[in-house]
């Protein structure tokens, strides 16, 4: 599979923009088959965009908004355009999106989506990208519901991507596909072929506050009660923040730290952020599942927690390109918290790699509001597709 990393900071002229990223690509062999991944800032008219995009170019375009994007010849990139095309003369790709996701359809919409693109394959998927949206209030569906589905449709192929992202607006945030954009939906392109995708996911939480509680009541993402007490209860009697509806905002470098059970033995460790507080019921909404009988606790993200983990993931990437050299292709996601808590240094995680990626290496990433990737269990080490929050994930192909 080759690749190539597109950049253009013009979202006000969207012709010009066009022109720019066509004149990147004007030596760029384009192989047998070919697909795009786009991120964009939220105020860019992707729909405009995607038809000056198609006047040249007839392959798949999918992606989503991002708060900032980042790619290897840039660095960090505040605002504008960013695409990565993946080509391909042994390796497929089909791209497909759902229509708006709730509680009561995702399991439906993501099965058709998903036999929709699967049908243009002529063999097995060996990779899953997909992006979506968030949650924001009690009828949206938590992003460990959605990679499950994935899990279960893909039969086991690792799913990588995460959800878009805004300017902490937590509204503005959409989802593409093609000519077709949705603020809840979710894309995948199905990958198969001669792939072989390798990972990495580093949380970045180290430090925990003193806050431990048993969830003794919950469904999904919506927590009911810690110990005996209402979840609202426990975090009034612990001084948190629960004045408001949305605290997303509020707790956003504060992650609730749970152990989820594998099925077979193995357990996880995932940092959750807490979304949604529901003063009727003394509920809170988290972006992810939290299983009634977990252990609750707080962590504690800082700056120096975010450079040594991002650190952590580049030495073993830039190793594992040097040993094989076939892989030249790298997507990464880092979660919105990491950028906050990078304060006035917000180019801090990507200087990181800057300079130490090998000749010829296309990358490619965006801050989400919450990461797809395979992690690895606690006691066996073996990969877990999963949603999580408070990571930096990185795919090598």
């Not at 979840?231 to 949305?246: H, I, P, S």
């Not at 983990?309 to 094989?324: G, N």
Request: hydrophobic residues 35%; negative net charge; proline residues 2%.
């Amino acid at each position: 599979m080759d690749s190539i990393t597109l950049y253009t900071e013009e979202i006000d002229d969207l012709d010009e923009a066009v022109e720019e990223l066509f004149s990147q690509a004007a030596d760029f062999r384009f192989r047998k088959n070919s697909m795009a991944i786009v991120f964009v800032e939220e105020e860019t008219e992707y729909s405009k965009l995607y038809a000056g995009l198609r006047r040249k170019w007839d392959f798949p375009i999918m992606g989503c908004t991002s708060l900032a994007m980042f790619t290897g010849k840039e660095g960090y990139c505040p605002m504008g355009i960013s695409m990565m095309i993946l080509t391909a003369d042994d390796c497929e790709f089909s791209v497909c999106m759902t229509d708006e996701l709730d509680r009561d359809n995702y399991r439906d919409e993501l099965t058709r989506a998903y036999r929709q693109a699967e049908n243009g394959l002529s063999s097995p998927v060996k990779l899953i990208l997909s992006y979506g949206g968030m949650v924001t209030n009690e009828r949206h569906v938590a992003g460990d519901d959605i990679v499950k589905v994935l899990d279960e449709l893909g039969k086991g192929a690792p799913v990588y991507g995460g959800t878009a992202s805004d300017g902490f607006t937590f509204s503005g945030f959409q989802v593409l596909c093609n000519k077709d954009v949705t603020h809840n939906g979710q894309v995948m392109a199905l990958v198969a072929g001669n792939v072989k995708p390798w990972f990495m996911c580093i949380n970045s939480v180290e430090n925990k506050a003193h806050f431990s509680y048993e969830i003794t009541e919950s469904k999904s993402n919506v927590v009911y009660r810690l110990g005996s007490t209402t979840f609202v209860d426990a975090l009034k009697k612990e001084g948190m923040e629960t004045d408001k509806t949305d605290v997303l905002g509020d707790y956003i470098l504060s992650p609730f730290i749970v152990t989820l059970e594998k099925g077979d033995g193995d357990t996880v460790e995932i940092a959750r952020n807490l979304s949604v507080l529901n003063h009727e019921t003394g509920t809170g909404s988290f972006l992810g599942v939290m299983p009634e009988g977990s252990r609750l606790s707080i962590g504690i993200l800082n700056r120096d927690d975010v450079h040594r983990t991002v650190r952590e993931v580049f030495d073993k990437a830039s190793l594992a390109l040097k040993e094989d050299q076939s892989r030249h292709t790298l997507l990464c996601n880092s979660c919105c918290a990491r950028f906050l808590a990078l304060a006035n240094n917000t180019s801090a995680e990507v200087n990181t790699y800057m300079g130490r990626l090998p000749e010829g290496v296309s990358f490619m990433g965006y801050y989400a509001y919450g990461e797809y990737c395979p992690m690895k269990g606690i006691k066996t080490g073996k990969e877990y597709n999963n949603f999580h929050n408070f990571t930096f994930t990185l795919l090598i192909m």
